[in-house]
């Protein structure tokens, strides 16, 4: 009994054999064609990395010969730079912004944020500063800026702090001190606030209290 069952078992062992094996030739190509993918998407990814680097590197270099020229030569250098991603575009459009404020293209520049902003290929961030900017320089009054700023002095906005305090400067420009104060007052609470920033809030408190501690005393 014992050996009719052990025969059983290599027979079977053997038809196991024989079906893998017609198995391996008959999908061999799947087998080795999801090697190559394997293989092939790793090389592919790690030439990416090699070539995103080599670009930036590249963006890099011509971004640092265009800073080291004046304004002028600058913005003729930038609009010769050609990067090869979404982001360095929008980076390139930054820097050519404030060239052409330091030239006195101030309407040049805001046009150029203006389309900066409405760009939904850009990073939120490069979007938002360049909004934020073209309210900055915008010829609007003082109300409609203070309007178009609020948003940005928001918890969660990355330009929360430094809207705080033009919010608070043109509050002072509005004559109404209690409310610079109050902003002033939040913006030093900010624990992301940097040292100068600190520095020039403290300042303009002291400056602020004491002409309105007098007129209350009155």
């Given at each position: 009994?014992?050996?009719?069952d052990s025969?059983i078992?290599?027979?079977?062992?053997e038809?196991r054999?024989?079906?893998l094996?017609?198995?391996f030739?008959?999908?061999?190509?799947?087998?080795?064609?999801?090697?190559i993918?394997?293989?092939?998407?790793?090389?592919f990814?790690?030439y990416?990395k090699?070539?995103?680097?080599?670009?930036?590197a590249i963006?890099?270099?011509k971004?640092?010969?265009a800073?080291?020229?004046?304004s002028a030569?600058r913005?003729?250098?930038?609009?010769e730079?050609?990067?090869?991603k979404?982001?360095?575009i929008?980076?390139?459009d930054?820097?050519?912004?404030n060239?052409l404020?330091e030239?006195g293209?101030?309407?040049?520049?805001?046009?150029?944020?203006k389309?900066i902003?409405?760009n939904?290929?850009?990073?939120?961030?490069y979007r938002?500063?360049?909004?934020f900017k073209?309210?900055?320089?915008?010829?609007?009054s003082?109300?409609?800026k203070?309007?178009?700023l609020?948003?940005?002095?928001q918890?969660?906005?990355?330009?929360?702090l430094?809207?705080?305090?033009?919010?608070?400067?043109i509050?002072?420009?509005?004559?109404?001190?209690?409310?610079?104060?109050k902003?002033?007052?939040?913006?030093?609470?900010e624990?992301d606030?940097?040292?100068?920033?600190?520095?020039?809030a403290s300042d303009?408190?002291?400056?602020?209290?004491?002409p309105?501690s007098?007129n209350?005393?009155?």
């Amino acid at each position: 009994m014992s050996d009719t069952d052990s025969f059983i078992e290599e027979v079977s062992e053997e038809v196991r054999r024989d079906r893998l094996f017609g198995l391996f030739r008959k999908y061999a190509w799947a087998a080795i064609l999801l090697v190559i993918l394997i293989v092939g998407g790793a090389a592919f990814n790690e030439y990416r990395k090699i070539t995103d680097q080599r670009n930036a590197a590249i963006l890099g270099d011509k971004l640092y010969e265009a800073l080291q020229a004046d304004s002028a030569i600058r913005l003729t250098l930038l609009n010769e730079i050609e990067p090869k991603k979404i982001d360095g575009i929008a980076l390139v459009d930054l820097i050519k912004v404030n060239t052409l404020i330091e030239l006195g293209s101030i309407n040049e520049a805001i046009e150029l944020l203006k389309d900066i902003s409405s760009n939904i290929e850009y990073n939120p961030m490069y979007r938002e500063l360049a909004d934020f900017k073209s309210i900055l320089l915008s010829d609007s009054s003082l109300q409609q800026k203070y309007e178009n700023l609020k948003s940005y002095t928001q918890p969660g906005s990355t330009l929360r702090l430094i809207a705080m305090e033009e919010v608070a400067l043109i509050q002072i420009q509005l004559k109404d001190f209690s409310e610079a104060i109050k902003t002033l007052d939040a913006l030093i609470q900010e624990p992301d606030i940097n040292r100068g920033q600190a520095t020039r809030a403290s300042d303009l408190l002291r400056t602020l209290r004491d002409p309105v501690s007098t007129n209350s005393s009155e």
